[in-house]
């Protein structure tokens, strides 16, 4: 409460909405490798528009049941703060009839679960869109990207990672891109661990959280890295070599 008018009287607060998602806070993964499933969260939740950045501000829901039960997993405001880029996991049949902890029926709720998919609404209602549509591997936290592409995490690699129950099925996660339309898709990269979280710089580059066992002890896997929107020049930024965080997310 003391530090909130010192905040808000940065220059830089020249605004007074702010754009969200709500969703239940529990989820069935602790773990990264589990976090990216449309199994994780319960159906619930809202992409929210704050008016008044304050306690007594108003809330407003965008989706307003639109894609029926699910959650929202990442969300990117456009440039225009007009309209935002979100992915979406249906879930019309809660809960599954498998179990959603220990990873063990995986397969078999991949069988059953609607992956998760890119979608774009206007933030007044209209104009929602489906972006992606892959029927076995989900698609999640998307960014508008500097070249008018889409940049989201993907599980299409079709690989599971190095560590961990082979019935889990720890999908390795990277980054893909598509245009506004939904055309075009195609590979920015191809790391053998997990990429995730991808987030556009005002430089143009997209920021992400890259999983890397390599020249690294065991639990120092989480650094931050930076790519161009067509797929070049990956490199870290921070945390590649420090032992200090052990995990970075977001």
């Given at each position: 409460?003391?530090?909130?008018?010192?905040?808000?009287?940065?220059?830089?607060?020249?605004?007074?909405?702010?754009?969200?998602?709500?969703?239940?806070s529990?989820?069935?993964?602790?773990?990264?490798?589990?976090?990216?499933?449309?199994?994780?969260?319960?159906?619930?939740g809202?992409?929210?528009?704050?008016?008044?950045?304050?306690?007594?501000?108003?809330?407003?829901?965008?989706?307003?049941?639109?894609?029926?039960?699910?959650?929202?997993?990442?969300?990117?405001?456009?440039?225009?703060?007009?309209?935002?880029?979100?992915?979406?996991?249906?879930?019309?049949?809660?809960?599954?009839?498998?179990?959603?902890?220990?990873?063990?029926?995986?397969?078999r709720?991949?069988?059953?679960?609607?992956?998760?998919?890119?979608?774009?609404?206007?933030?007044?209602?209209?104009?929602?869109?489906?972006?992606?549509?892959?029927?076995?591997?989900?698609?999640?936290?998307?960014?508008?990207?500097?070249?008018?592409?889409?940049?989201?995490?993907?599980?299409?690699?079709?690989?599971?990672?190095?560590c961990?129950?082979?019935?889990?099925?720890?999908?390795?996660?990277?980054?893909y891109?598509?245009?506004?339309?939904?055309?075009?898709?195609?590979?920015?990269?191809?790391?053998?661990?997990?990429?995730?979280?991808?987030?556009?710089?005002?430089?143009?580059?997209?920021?992400?959280?890259?999983?890397?066992?390599?020249?690294?002890?065991?639990?120092?896997?989480?650094?931050?890295?930076?790519?161009?929107?067509?797929?070049?020049?990956?490199?870290?930024?921070f945390?590649?070599h420090?032992?200090?965080?052990?995990?970075?997310?977001?």
């Amino acid at each position: 409460r003391a530090v909130r008018p010192i905040v808000l009287a940065n220059p830089a607060v020249d605004f007074d909405r702010l754009v969200f998602i709500s969703r239940h806070s529990a989820h069935s993964h602790r773990n990264i490798t589990g976090s990216q499933y449309p199994w994780a969260h319960k159906p619930g939740g809202d992409i929210c528009i704050l008016t008044g950045l304050g306690p007594d501000g108003t809330v407003e829901e965008v989706l307003q049941g639109k894609l029926g039960p699910g959650h929202v997993h990442g969300i990117d405001l456009h440039w225009d703060a007009d309209r935002v880029v979100f992915g979406y996991a249906s879930q019309p049949d809660w809960p599954p009839k498998w179990d959603t902890i220990h990873g063990n029926d995986v397969f078999r709720l991949r069988g059953e679960q609607e992956p998760t998919h890119i979608f774009e609404i206007r933030l007044d209602g209209t104009g929602l869109k489906q972006l992606t549509n892959h029927p076995y591997f989900s698609d999640l936290e998307p960014t508008y990207a500097a070249d008018g592409s889409i940049a989201f995490s993907s599980g299409r690699s079709g690989r599971s990672s190095e560590c961990g129950n082979f019935n889990a099925d720890h999908t390795v996660i990277n980054l893909y891109a598509v245009d506004p339309d939904g055309m075009n898709l195609r590979r920015l990269n191809d790391n053998k661990d997990i990429d995730r979280y991808p987030h556009t710089l005002d430089n143009g580059l997209i920021a992400y959280t890259r999983w890397d066992y390599q020249e690294r002890h065991f639990f120092e896997t989480h650094a931050i890295w930076t790519i161009r929107p067509d797929g070049t020049m990956g490199l870290p930024v921070f945390n590649q070599h420090l032992r200090m965080p052990y995990g970075l997310r977001d």
